[in-house]
């Protein structure tokens, strides 16, 4: 019986063994990284962030399906398993916005439903961010985006300049707010001729902080455009027509309020001197750019001889090339945040710069389990 025993047991260890040995090495591959990376885009073009992010961290990008029916419904299907890993979603925004949501929603409960350790979102481009803040008898959307991504399951989000760095605080998980002035800045030291006799021009007062951060730190002049071609967001987020301004004192006969006078822009003037000069227009996302040109043609009439735009978020919209190719604009420079290649072959002077180096630094640091300070050093709260 004991002889009998002791066979059993052997035979046990060899046939478990043995399938240790048949398990595909994917798998194990899988097991030993203990993290994946997927994208939830169904379009190819979404995808090449992503596809830069995983050669740069020497995995590869997650098997999934993501496509729409017949019915326009998303649908994703995963094609390995994911138990008990991280999981870094990268969802770049194109101009369907809300079905990039959707993706990214379906995405995240497919694998929070596959049991997936943590789901962390690399959002580089986060939409529905201008709208955080309350306009009349709007809604707050960003913060109502930020709670469906809770539900649907992401635990951590990474993502690049915030419109307003307080739409982190929407978030119940947290938020690595990454900034891209670094690589901004050096393709102005770079790609700039004569950057030294150069001008850091903020299009509107609202801008002044970010334009003032990158003169300090290239050691240049600062101008601040103000008046009529401003835009006008500030003035629709102040509440002014809500309630009415009609007076109304049938209920409260002995209750007079002070009227606030109406707003009205002044003519639009520059301050700071760019005569002569290369002006450089510093802002965070570049999409309708009438403001844009309106502001170009004003710095060429103040004597600027070359105009560039920087922003972090091209969506560039609409007639936005044909635009930008008609305008004083000499050059257009956005990083990949947002993918635009078919805007790139309408107007050649915009141009682009990588950012999924410090995306995929920011992934192995947080898999890692190491400090994220090494990716912020030096940025302050303007940047």
């Not at 001008?199 to 455009?225: C, D, H, T, W």
């Not at 965070?284 to 600027?304: C, H, N, Q, S, T």
Request: charged share 25%; net charge neutral; hydrophobic share 40%.
């Amino acid at each position: 019986v004991q002889d009998d025993f002791l066979l059993l047991v052997l035979f046990i260890s060899c046939t478990a063994s043995q399938t240790d040995r048949q398990q595909p090495k994917e798998e194990m591959n899988v097991a030993k990284s203990g993290y994946r990376v997927f994208s939830a885009n169904s379009t190819a073009a979404c995808t090449e962030l992503a596809k830069k992010i995983t050669e740069r961290l020497g995995v590869e990008l997650g098997k999934s399906v993501v496509y729409q029916e017949s019915n326009r419904e998303t649908r994703v299907d995963v094609k390995e398993s994911v138990r008990g890993q991280t999981i870094f979603i990268i969802q770049t925004i194109p101009r369907d916005v809300n079905t990039a949501i959707m993706e990214l929603l379906v995405m995240a409960y497919a694998l929070k439903t596959s049991c997936a350790k943590n789901i962390i979102g690399v959002i580089p481009y986060f939409p529905y961010s201008k709208q955080c803040k309350m306009r009349k008898r709007g809604s707050i959307v960003c913060k109502l985006l930020a709670s469906m991504l809770a539900k649907a399951g992401l635990t951590h989000i990474i993502t690049m300049d915030l419109h307003q760095k307080e739409i982190q605080g929407f978030f119940s998980f947290p938020v690595d707010n990454l900034r891209a002035s670094p690589f901004l800045l050096q393709y102005i030291q770079e790609e700039v001729p004569d950057y030294r006799n150069a001008i850091i021009v903020a299009k509107s007062p609202s801008a002044a902080k970010r334009a003032q951060s990158y003169a300090e730190r290239l050691r240049l002049g600062l101008a601040v455009m103000h008046g009529e071609a401003q835009c006008s967001e500030s003035d629709m987020a102040d509440g002014r027509h809500s309630p009415p301004c009609v007076r109304n004192t049938s209920g409260h006969p002995g209750l007079e309020l002070p009227l606030m006078m109406a707003k009205e822009k002044p003519p639009i003037t520059v301050v700071g001197d760019v005569g002569g000069r290369i002006a450089i227009i510093v802002d965070d996302i570049i999409d309708d750019v009438e403001d844009f040109v309106a502001a170009a043609e004003i710095l060429k009439e103040r004597g600027a001889y070359k105009i560039y735009i920087m922003a972090t978020h091209g969506l560039l919209s609409a007639d936005a090339p044909r635009l930008i190719e008609e305008s004083a604009i000499d050059e257009v420079v956005v990083t990949n945040t947002v993918p635009h290649e078919v805007q790139k072959l309408q107007c050649p002077k915009i141009k682009t710069v990588d950012v999924s180096m410090i995306l995929a630094e920011a992934i192995r640091r947080i898999h890692n389990g190491e400090s994220m300070a090494y990716l912020f050093r030096n940025i302050t709260v303007d940047d």
